[in-house]
């Protein structure tokens, strides 16, 4: 295969991946998407479509994974916008919330097919959010020097919050938005400071021994 065919190949991939993304809205989940459909919205015939994918599954999946980079880089770069600002959680909801309004189809594929009928599909997002459930388990313990299963406890609480938070926020209003931003704000202030009482209460021999009582 030449380099321009190759290109042209990987060409046609990506537009086939961003139709389908366009078509994800509030009326529409990915499962009710056809093969026609997508190969339209991306300009190409449906026999074109088996050069690329195996199938819609394939297809879903792909989009599960590119949702899931997405989301990682994003609150890596919200990371260092705490370097820049401070405010760890108020950066971080703030630039997650943004994101969800601006890119929902994201959040419409993740939300829905996170308990959609497709196995594969709910095994996908799951993964993708134990992915970002580590990532930040790790800045907790570096941070804040708590134990990696604490940590992880944390973590897990603070990314499911932030995640139902983003899926509410899709289609909100700009006064909406910022309630509901305000609100995980204050909800995530109130893990963050639970595990810091839970922690110094079992060092202090108040509490016991396991990250979840």
Known sequence: MTVNRAQQKEKTRRMIIDAAFRLLNQDRSYSSLSLREVTREAGIAPNS?????????????????????????????????????????????????????????????????????????????????QYFIVELADYIQQTQGYPAADAKVQAEAMVILVFNAAAEALDCKPAELRLLTEKAIIQLGYIARGADEFLKGRSAGLTGSDPVE
């Open 49 to 129: 479509f088996y050069r690329h994918f195996e199938g819609m599954e394939e297809l879903g999946l792909i989009l599960v994974d590119e949702s899931g980079v997405v989301l990682r880089q994003l609150m890596r770069k919200a990371r260092q916008r705490i370097h820049d600002q401070g405010g760890v959680i108020r950066t971080s909801v703030e630039t997650f919330m943004e994101f969800s309004h601006n890119s929902p189809h994201i959040f419409y594929l993740l939300s829905r097919e996170r308990s959609g009928t497709s196995q594969a599909f709910r095994k996908a997002v799951s993964r993708e959010l």
